[in-house]
């Protein structure tokens, strides 16, 4: 059941959840690029605190073509708005406005705050390092339009799984799989122990690693994310591990025929830009499929049974 729920963490969705949406999201591929007057006189409201490029321009999209609209803004930094009343003040006026709140934000909890305050129900597009639920649905549903089915895969996670929120998401999706994942990144940037105390409390099969070149002919997916500098407390931390993993071409000649390479971008340096013209490359079919996901996302919110 989605209408009326908030999208806070993925820790809150089920196996049966999630199969729900991915059959809706497949059925609106087909309205992905045109529209269909589901939510005709439905409003979002989006509130970005932070950058965004994909999450915001699909959710926007996806209103869109569900015959909805959009209000809000994007880019509120260093704003009276930063601050913890105004934030609600903020929110209790989309509440007011719209049918539905998108929230992004630098801080960890906003999303459930607003949704503590707003009567609408809250989706979190993404706050702090820890939670970005609806980036991990895009993925998982990548990995089944992709495969067919999640259980059975080997996942490597590439990069800096300590500070990107849509690993830890992912992870919290993925515990509903029977999947074995690898966790490629150097010690320091290895996922936060509350992750691995979740994952490991719901039997998921897990193993670190350092390099990817060890385990990858091992791997149907690769998931890349870059280093997340702006979430670094130490600066000297972030220098020493810099640049610290790249996908070549040359890591990838052991690589299984069907594997994908998956990535939520942006990209910085981590993916060399000659991958992308190999068939491994799915991370611009995985930023497009944001569309119908999310589509399917806000109309079971809203419109669901
Ligand atoms: C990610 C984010 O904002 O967490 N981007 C996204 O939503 N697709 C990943 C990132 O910034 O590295």
């Known amino acids: 059941m989605w209408k009326g729920r908030d999208v806070i963490s993925s820790r809150d969705f089920t196996r049966h959840d999630l199969e729900e ?18 939510l005709k006189g439905k409003i979002m409201g989006v509130a970005f605190f932070e950058p965004s490029t994909r999450t915001r321009l699909s959710f926007e999209v996806a209103m869109k073509r569900l015959g909805g609209d959009v209000i809000g ?6 704003t009276s708005v930063e601050k913890g009343e105004t934030l609600a003040d903020t929110i209790r006026m ?37 939670n970005h639920p609806t980036q991990a649905m895009l993925d998982v549903y990548t990995i089944w339009r992709e495969f067919g089915y999640v ?47 979740y994952i490991q409390s719901r039997g998921m099969k897990y193993s670190f690693h350092n390099g990817l070149e060890e385990v990858i002919h091992e791997l149907d997916v690769v998931y890349v994310v870059r280093i997340q500098k702006e979430r670094f407390l130490d600066p000297l931390e972030y220098e020493k591990v810099k640049g ?10 052991n690589a299984k025929t069907n594997l994908i390479i998956l990535h939520p971008l942006p990209r910085v340096d981590e993916i060399d830009h000659k991958v992308d013209a190999t068939p491994y490359a799915k991370y611009f079919k995985q930023a497009a499929l944001g569309v119908p996901l999310r589509m399917a996302l806000i109309y079971l919110i809203l419109a669901g049974p």
């Open 73 to 78: 803004f994007s880019g509120a930094e260093g």
């Open 151 to 197: 259980d059975g895969l080997n996942i490597g996670i590439v990069g800096d799984l300590r500070h990107a929120r849509t690993v830890n998401s992912l992870l919290e999706t993925l515990v509903n799989f029977d999947v074995r994942v690898f966790l490629i990144s150097p010690e320091y940037l290895r996922p936060r122990a509350e992750t691995i105390d």
């Open 244 to 253: 610290s993993y790249k996908i070549t071409l040359d890591v990838l000649k």
């Open 21 to 38: 949406l991915f059959d809706v999201a497949k059925q609106m591929e087909r309205y992905a690029k045109s529209r269909v007057e589901l």
């Open 94 to 130: 989309l509440d007011a406005y719209s049918d539905i709140i998108v929230i992004r934000h630098k801080y960890e909890g906003a999303a459930k705050l607003a949704a503590e305050i707003a009567e609408s129900p809250v989706i979190n597009g993404g706050d702090g390092a820890f």
